[in-house]
């Protein structure tokens, strides 16, 4: 599915696939999006033909530890079609809800249903800023698949909790903000992009020269042109409930536009939500302030919530995803 900003040639693209695929010219990966502006990429992934083209790795999507190195159809045979919880589009804002919980689960011999929750939720404040917040809850007792085949000790009747990791590619190398934690600037003389990763406060995240990555793969898989640099982000802290927040802010690098460098985190730990399973961003753009809430229960819609409006946001638009705003 896509969405446009407008129908100029200024527009911002947004390219969001959620699918399972088994065809070697085409990524298998579900969750995964695109940001083009102003007729340049701002998120690229990397395009091939087949082997690690096809792979999570090569796209902006979740990856979680499982038989096939974090890919979302592993060993090619996904336990079921992923499916979208909620679409919303106005002149403003589009949200999207999405779930591919049977795309990481496996079916085949070694059949492993290890996760009970793969939802991704992006909002896409038009026409320069994309909120996503990846919830993911895996079942540290479902190990079959790694047992057979990943080389980690374990054993029947054992536990263990996979690593979760949201990966985002972009087209020059992102420069870390010494100032601002987890933030990084990327400027590839065509656009400039400020990203930031806000929840959970405590994150690991690598910076990936793709060159270096897969300097021996193939050129038709991967052609040379194509490995640029990307980010892993993933939970400091060993959990089987992760929660991921990220924002991508953008503009073409003649525009003077400032970007909001503090995103206020809405959540019950800090009494901005009052009620229900609902963790929200506010944040500011140069069209106005924007308050996003994200369903932290996505397969069922929540129908009321009460939160408070952070200081300077009593006039802002509230959008939230599965939840019935009243």
């Known amino acids: 599915m896509s969405s446009r900003s407008d129908w100029t040639n200024s527009a911002t693209n947004l390219y969001f696939i959620n699918r399972r695929l088994r065809v070697d010219h085409e990524h298998r990966d579900a969750l995964s999006f695109d940001l083009a ?31 096939d190195s974090g890919s979302s159809s592993p060993t090619l045979r996904a336990a079921g079609a992923p499916k979208y919880l909620h679409i919303s589009d106005d002149e403003y804002v589009t ?5 591919a919980t049977d795309t990481y689960n496996m079916s085949g011999y070694y059949a492993t249903n290890y996760t009970e929750l793969v939802n991704r939720q992006l909002a896409f404040i038009k026409p320069g800023i994309v ?12 190990i079959k698949d790694l047992i057979e085949y990943s080389d980690l000790g374990l054993t029947k009747g054992m536990s263990y909790t996979r690593w979760v990791k949201s990966i985002q590619h972009f087209q020059a190398k992102p420069e870390k903000k010494a100032l601002l934690n987890n933030t990084f ?11 930031q990763n806000i ?17 021996d793969i193939a050129d038709y898989q991967i052609p040379d042109n194509q490995k640029k640099w990307h980010l892993g982000i993933t939970n400091s802290a060993e959990t089987s409930n992760s929660e991921l927040i ?22 019950k730990e800090n ?16 069209k106005g302030k924007f308050i996003i809430l994200f369903n932290q229960s996505p397969n069922n819609i929540i129908e009321n919530v009460q939160y408070v409006l952070p200081n300077g946001y009593e006039n802002a638009l509230v959008y939230g995803i599965g939840i019935e705003l009243k």
Request: glycine content about 4%.
């Open 37 to 67: 502006y102003k007729g340049n990429w701002i998120t690229k992934e990397v395009t091939g033909y087949s082997g690690v083209a096809a792979t999570s790795l090569a796209h902006n999507t979740i990856l979680i530890e499982n038989a």
């Open 95 to 99: 949200l999207i809800s999405a779930d």
């Open 131 to 142: 909120i996503t917040y990846d919830h993911v809850v895996t079942k540290p007792d479902q």
């Open 185 to 195: 600037v990327i400027n590839d003389d065509k656009s400039k992009v400020l990203f």
């Open 199 to 215: 929840w959970p406060i405590n994150t690991n995240i690598e910076v990936v020269d793709e060159r270096k990555l897969w300097v």
């Open 246 to 267: 990220n924002v991508i802010q953008f503009s073409s690098i003649d525009e003077d536009i400032q970007f909001d460098q503090d995103p206020i985190m809405m959540t």
């Open 271 to 286: 009494g901005l939500i009052k009620t229900n399973n609902v963790i929200g961003v506010a944040i500011s753009s140069f």
